[in-house]
Nanobody, 127 residues
Framework: QVQLVESGGGLVQAGGSLRLSCAAS????????MGWFRQAPGKEREFVAA????????YYADSVKGRFTISRDNAKNTVYLQMNNLKPEDTAVYYC????????????????????WGQGTQVTVSS
C-alpha cells in the first residue's frame, strides 16, 4: 500500500510559477513510476507528466512541454512538478499517482495504469 500526499497548490497570476510536491509512504518508492494528472471543473482527468522509477524517463503532455518539469528525489520519497509560465487554462485540481514497475509512454498517459492516487491539490491561475 502506498499513500500519496500532494502539497504546493495555490493561487498564482498568469506567468507565475508553482512547485507541487507529492510525498509517498513506503520503502520501495523507486519501484514506482510516478505521474501527475489534473482535472478542471466539468472536464475529464488528463495526463500532465510522468517519470520512471529512477528518473531516467520522463513524459509530458503537449500542453505543458517546455513549461512544466517533473522530477523525483527517491531519498525523500517525493516527486515534484515545477510549473512555470502558468496560464489560466492550467487551473485544475492536480493529482499525483503511483504505478508499480516500468513505464512506457502509452502506459504513462493513461490514468487507469496507476495503482495509487493522492487526494489532489488545487491550482488556480488568474488572468
Amino acid at each position: 500500500q502506498v499513500q500519496l500526499v500532494e502539497s504546493g497548490g495555490g493561487l498564482v497570476q498568469a506567468g507565475g510559477s508553482l512547485r507541487l510536491s507529492c510525498a509517498a509512504s513506503g520503502r520501495t518508492f523507486s519501484s514506482y513510476a510516478m505521474g501527475w494528472f489534473r482535472q478542471a471543473p466539468g472536464k475529464e482527468r488528463e495526463f500532465v507528466a510522468a517519470i520512471s522509477g529512477y528518473g531516467r524517463g520522463t513524459y509530458y503532455a503537449d500542453s505543458v512541454k517546455g513549461r512544466f518539469t517533473i522530477s523525483r528525489d527517491n531519498a525523500k520519497n517525493t516527486v515534484y512538478l515545477q510549473m512555470n509560465n502558468l496560464k489560466p487554462e492550467d487551473t485544475a485540481v492536480y493529482y499525483c499517482a503511483a504505478k508499480y514497475g516500468a513505464l512506457i509512454e502509452r502506459i504513462a498517459v493513461a490514468a487507469a495504469s496507476y495503482d495509487y492516487w493522492g487526494q489532489g491539490t488545487q491550482v488556480t491561475v488568474s488572468s
